[in-house]
């Protein structure tokens, strides 16, 4: 059983900053290409899904499928060994591999393809169809990106890192540069590059070329930030207790974002039924 609340607390509660990682790369994708708000807010959706995508592998431990209520309550225990397993559909496994990212980009560009026929029929050729469609396409696989980026500066866990050369057996990553959530300062960061986007994105007139530098340099920027703050964290993540690692995670935060901030923000990341 703790080892369920464990898998459960671990990988629901980053959602929030997976999803916050997709939308910040998808606003730097979006403000590249001339095109509606309507078609752009479809890409920022994008972005969300391949930032959040990875995680479809804790499946085992979803309470909908396996909790109280669950579809599958009784297989409970099973749940618990698929996600802590070393199949290819357990947690950190294919679906964190550069083949998954590959084929379900694959997937992902094939289902656009299929919601957006209208596009192909009324597009002269093939390409400039294609062209329409490619951003949603980018902003998945860079937002996909970007979460095995995440997990891989993670605590190796159980998994011992994940199997991002899926079918190779070795496992990867779990650096343990970052405690698993409560990253609240990436998050600000984050946030604040989607804002500055957004902004640039739609404040401005399309295919102005005012629009589309200043968001990538911000992008560029909110890394460069990210990395600097990862740096700053003293702790390695991988080498205490799990108690330890996460109070010491909270004291990092504290610190950097100043006592106000930080209870602000656990209050409402404590309020979520998914937290940061
Ligand atoms: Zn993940």
């Not at 994940?162 to 409560?182: D, I, R, S």
């Not at 804002?195 to 992008?219: D, K």
């Not at 993540?237 to 330890?244: L, P």
Request: proline share 5%; with cysteine; charged share 10%.
């Amino acid at each position: 059983m703790h080892r369920v609340v464990y898998a459960y607390r671990g990988k629901s509660v980053d959602a929030i900053i997976n999803l916050t990682a997709g939308v910040a790369v998808a606003t730097t994708v979006a403000a590249q290409h001339a095109c509606r708000p309507a078609q752009r807010i479809k890409i920022l959706v994008s972005g969300a899904i391949g930032g959040l995508f990875p995680d479809i592998d804790s499946f085992s431990v979803w309470p909908v499928l396996f909790g109280e209520w669950g579809f599958w309550q009784h297989a409970a225990p099973a749940g618990a060994d698929i996600y802590f397993g070393k199949s290819w559909y357990s947690h950190l496994a294919f679906m964190h591999s550069l083949l998954g990212l590959f084929l379900s980009t694959g997937a992902m560009a094939l289902l656009f393809s299929m919601l957006h026929t209208h596009v192909f029929r009324r597009s002269p050729n093939m390409i400039s169809a294609l062209m329409y469609l490619g951003p949603y396409t980018i902003a998945f696989a860079l937002a996909y990106l970007l979460h095995l980026a995440g997990d891989l500066i993670s605590p190796s866990g159980i998994w011992g890192g994940m199997a991002l050369f899926f079918p190779a057996k070795q496992y990867v990553g779990g650096w343990g540069l970052v405690w698993w959530w409560n990253n609240y300062d990436l998050l600000v960061i984050l946030l604040l590059c989607i804002v500055f986007n957004l902004a640039m994105t739609f404040g401005l007139p399309m295919r102005s070329e005012a629009s589309q530098r200043p968001p990538v340099f911000m992008f560029c920027l909110a890394l460069l930030w990210i990395s600097l703050q990862i740096s700053r964290r003293e702790t390695d993540f991988n080498g205490q207790n799990f108690v330890t690692n996460e109070t010491l995670s909270h004291e990092f935060q504290e610190s950097v974002l100043g006592a106000p901030v930080y209870h602000q923000m656990r209050k409402v990341d404590e309020a979520l039924p998914f937290g940061f």
